[in-house]
Structure formats: structure tokens, C-alpha cells
């Protein structure tokens, strides 16, 4: 495994402002993700943070949205834009650095207000 | 869609041993991993299976029944720092993206 390291670990916003959250990996990682989890749900995938390209978005999410960086192998961000209460939620990034293994960052816990 | 079933909740005894089943229907299959989450954390890797059988690590075991769409984790001598959802997530292609159950709460009681 390695080392994630995402921040901020939580924060209060409000509402119509923006929030980006980073993840960094001490190494570096074939593929990384972002996933959601709202207040006692499971874990929903938001995007694949693609390397030097534009992010891939599951079904109900928009890059207006929820806009991702992946400048390099070891580091992405993503942007909560234009918040609402319904944004509050756990976030999460995901790294893999082989088939047989899937790591979470400690998460980002996001309350609108 | 992918369809993925864990029981909601369960309830075990300090040493004793918690099975906790998980069902699947996806568009395919490239692996089964199982999480632990404890109240305010992120998931922690527990387990992968990717061919039928049964895989040990420690007080934890899953097993995978691919022709069946059915995995379980297997949680032995319980201590009541195991009281945490448990997910369940499904890698349905090689894209490495994972589709998760609802997870599964256990509660360890003295």
C-alpha cells in the first residue's frame, strides 16, 4: 500500500460558494478515482480522474459540477462548485495500484449550510 | 445497472463468528473486494477474490462463488473493535471502477 493523504478533513461552507479538495499518493498510482458517500449511504462513483486528459464522469454527475485535475500520477483535486445542502457528503478518493487492490484516502467530510 | 445485496444489519457476540453474505448481479465481473468502515472513517481494504473459493487473512476469510454471483466475509473471534459496516463492491469490467452494496452493519455485543 501507500501512503493517501487527502485535505482538507472536513470543512462547513456555504452555500453557492466552492470547495476544492486534494489527494496526494506518495507513489505513483495506474488509476484514480472519486466517489461520494452521503449521510448512511454507500460509497457512489463520481469520476475517473484521467492523467493529462479530462475526467470521466458516471451517469448524474457533470464536469460543471464537480470539475477534476490530474496534473501528474501522484495527485488529483476536486471541486464541489456552486454548493447546496444536498452536497453535504463524505468525499473520497480511490487509488489503484494493482488488480488486486483498491485504496480509499481518509476523505473529505463536506457540510453546506 | 449493477444489483449489489448485503444484509442491512447484524448482531454477534464478543468470539464469536459473524457471516455476512453478499449477492450480486452486474454486467460482468473483474473481482470482489470487501471494506471495513468504522462510524466517521474511510474504507478500509479488507479482501479481493477474484476466483471461487476462499481466501484467508488472519480472523478474516471471503469466500467467492462466481457461478453463483455470492460472496461472504467471514469475520472469526469477534472483538468489539470489528463493530463497523462492512461493504461489499463489485469491479464489473477492467476498467477498475467499483460498484458497492449498501454495506452491512455489525454490532459486537459483551
Known amino acids: 500500500s501507500a501512503v493517501i493523504s487527502q485535505k482538507p478533513s472536513r470543512d462547513i461552507c456555504q452555500r453557492g460558494t466552492s470547495l476544492t479538495i486534494q489527494c496526494q499518493v506518495d507513489s505513483q498510482v495506474t488509476m484514480m478515482f472519486w466517489y461520494r458517500q452521503q449521510p448512511g449511504q454507500s460509497l457512489t462513483l463520481i469520476a475517473t480522474?484521467?492523467?493529462?486528459?479530462?475526467?470521466?464522469?458516471e451517469s448524474g454527475f457533470v464536469i460543471d459540477k464537480f470539475p477534476i485535475s490530474r496534473p501528474n500520477l501522484t495527485f488529483s483535486t476536486l471541486t464541489v462548485s456552486n454548493m447546496s445542502p444536498e452536497d453535504s457528503s463524505i468525499y473520497l478518493c480511490s487509488v489503484v495500484f494493482s488488480n488486486t487492490e483498491a485504496f480509499f484516502g481518509q476523505g473529505t467530510r463536506l457540510t453546506v449550510v | 445497472g449493477q444489483n449489489i445485496d448485503q444484509p442491512t444489519e447484524m448482531t454477534a457476540t464478543e468470539g464469536a463468528i459473524v457471516q455476512i453474505n453478499c449477492t450480486y448481479q452486474t454486467s460482468g465481473f473483474n473481482g470482489l473486494f470487501w471494506y471495513q468502515q468504522h462510524a466517521g472513517e474511510a474504507p478500509t481494504f479488507l479482501s479481493y477474490n477474484v476466483l471461487d473459493g476462499l481466501e484467508e487473512k488472519g480472523r478474516f476469510s471471503s469466500f467467492l462463488s462466481r457461478s453463483k454471483g455470492y460472496s461472504y466475509l467471514l469475520l472469526k473471534e469477534l472483538q468489539m473493535k470489528d463493530s463497523a459496516s462492512y461493504l461489499c463492491a463489485v469491479r464489473a469490467s477492467n476498467d477498475y471502477k467499483l460498484s458497492f452494496g449498501a454495506g452491512t452493519t455489525v454490532t459486537v455485543r459483551a
Open positions: 480522474a484521467n492523467q493529462g486528459s479530462e475526467a470521466t464522469y
